[in-house]
C-alpha cells in the first residue's frame, strides 16, 4: 500500500529532510537556525515512531511500507550528519562510520534477502538503541547551544551531542559486526 496513513507518515519524512536542510540557508540569526532545525529534527523523526505505531494499530502494514521506513531513517540521518560536517559540528570519522554502517547492512540486507535469509539481518534491539543514540545526539547537534544545566563539561548541547555521537559510532560497529556475525552462517551454508 502506497499511500495508506502510515506510509504517508513516512513519506513526509522524505520530504521533510530538504526542509532541515534548507533551515540552514535561511538569513536568520544562528540561534533561530539551530532551534528551527533541531525543532524540525524532531517532528520530522517522531513520524518514525508514529507510522509504525499506526500500522500496528491500524494493521495496515505493508511490505513497501516495510521497506521504505529505513530508506526515510537513513535519509534523514545522512542528510543531518552531511550538514553538520559542514558546520564542523561533527568528524568526518563519524559521518563515514555511520554513512558507511548504513550501506553496508542496507547491501547485507538486500543481499540476505536474495539468498532467502533475511530473518539472520532482522532489526535486533541493538540497531534500535544505536538509531535512538544517533537520533539524541543529531537533535543535540543541531541545537548546539547551552543546556541550561549546570554540570561540568556538559553546558552546552554540542559537548553533550558530540560524546553521544560518539557512543553512537561504538553502537553503529557493535550492531554491524553483529548483524555481520548473524548472516556468516546463511553465507556459507549458500554459498556452498
Known amino acids: 500500500m502506497f499511500w495508506n496513513l502510515p506510509t504517508l507518515f513516512t513519506w513526509a519524512r522524505i520530504v521533510a529532510i530538504p526542509l532541515i536542510v534548507g533551515v540552514f540557508y535561511l538569513p536568520w540569526a544562528p540561534a533561530e537556525v539551530n532551534i528551527a532545525a533541531s525543532v524540525l529534527f524532531v517532528v520530522v523523526a517522531f513520524t518514525d515512531w508514529l507510522d509504525g505505531w499506526l500500522a500496528r494499530r491500524l494493521n495496515m502494514t505493508s511490505a513497501f511500507g516495510a521497506f521504505l521506513d529505513p530508506v526515510a531513517d537513513k535519509f534523514l540521518v545522512c542528510a543531518s550528519l552531511l550538514i553538520l560536517l559542514e558546520m564542523g ?102 554459498s556452498r
Open 89 to 190: 559540528r561533527v568528524s568526518a570519522m563519524v559521518a563515514l562510520i555511520i554513512i558507511g554502517r548504513e550501506i553496508a547492512i542496507s547491501a547485507l540486507r538486500e543481499w540476505m534477502a536474495q539468498i532467502g535469509a533475511s530473518r539472520s539481518v532482522a532489526v535486533h534491539m541493538l540497531g534500535k538503541l544505536k538509531t535512538a543514540a544517533q537520533m539524541a545526539a543529531i537533535v543535540l547537534l543541531l541545537y548546539d547551544g547551552p543546556t541550561g544545566v549546570a554540570l561540568p563539561h556538559l553546558s552546552h548541547t554540542r559537548e553533550m551531542g558530540t560524546w553521544l555521537i560518539w557512543v553512537a559510532c561504538g553502537l553503529t560497529i557493535w550492531s554491524m559486526a553483529y548483524y555481520l556475525r548473524k548472516s556468516i552462517p546463511d553465507i556459507v551454508a549458500k
